[in-house]
């Protein structure tokens, strides 16, 4: 990970997919995503935050976690953050006063 963002940033969106699979009530992919577009929303919101090197970290990670995983979901979950990477990223280049506190 670069000095650019957080370390703990991706392990903590893995480690929050693992803690969803601990509650009953959340039980749809659909809860899940939702609850995931949410956490990348607030984690660009971060003032300071070098949005950029964020997602491009992201999506690598992504693409490495996404290729080991075992359990459907869990690779479901893992596209769907590919994508929101991308969408995000779009977002960030298209509408940057979406976040403005972001730095490039």
Known sequence: MSK????????????????LQKYPGIKTLLEKKTLFDSIFSEILSQPGRHGFAYLQECYCS????????????F??????????TVNYTSILTLNPDMFPDTLP
């Open 75 to 84: 690779q479901e979950l893992l596209a769907f953050m590919l994508e929101m």
């Open 62 to 73: 992504n693409l490495v976690e996404k290729d080991k995983a075992v359990n459907r979901d």
């Open 4 to 19: 650019l963002s957080q370390s703990n940033d991706f392990t903590y969106l893995v480690s929050a997919n693992r803690e």
